[in-house]
């Protein structure tokens, strides 16, 4: 590309044949191009990276990160909504073990998927569904709603030949019970396991 520039600049004040001042043009068109196309491509890998960032490779639910970054910012005072009783629940299958042990990884990450794709269904249009990891799942609903608590925890349960999956869930009032992340998720935790 410097080549292709300085021979431009001799031919402009010394006298190159046009051939050769063409070619130089074409060299740094050609070079300009490649940077655009790599400019490019660098800003889809990282939205890639982004969006992988924040989602749960397996099911494709929102990850941990996600629910972290969502719930500061439904707690941040400066929000617009900020006041609106809106609820966080925390889900821990039973049962999820036994049925991993006795059917195997990759049937147990089916079933995984499954519970995912149900719970998102259950949330969509009202909040927001992430798998915590593990066996963990969590929603970030838009309004303080029971019955849409109690439809997760029905999303969450399957039954078949010789295993029963189904949760145990905890959940916190926002802004009400807890107005940081950390409290809200230690709050529904604790609640989880009683």
Known sequence: ALLGLGVLVFGSVGGLNLLAIGLAAASLIAVMGRLLLTHR????????????????????LGNRRALTSDLERTL???????????MLALF???????????????????????????????????GSAYRMGGDEFCVLLETADELSVAACVSALNETGEGFTVGCSHGAVLLPAE?????????????????
């Open 41 to 60: 491509e660098n800003l889809r890998m990282l939205g890639d990276s982004r969006v992988e960032a924040l989602t749960d490779a397996l099911t494709g």
């Open 178 to 194: 807890a107005d940081e992340a950390s409290e809200a998720l230690r709050i529904a935790d604790q609640r989880l396991y009683e």
């Open 76 to 86: 941040d005072p400066q929000d617009e909504e900020h006041g609106t009783a809106r």
């Open 92 to 126: 821990d299958l039973d049962g999820f073990k036994h049925y991993n042990d006795s059917f195997g990884h990759p049937s147990g990450d089916a079933l995984l998927q499954r519970l995912g794709e149900r719970l998102a269904d259950v949330v969509d249009g009202r």
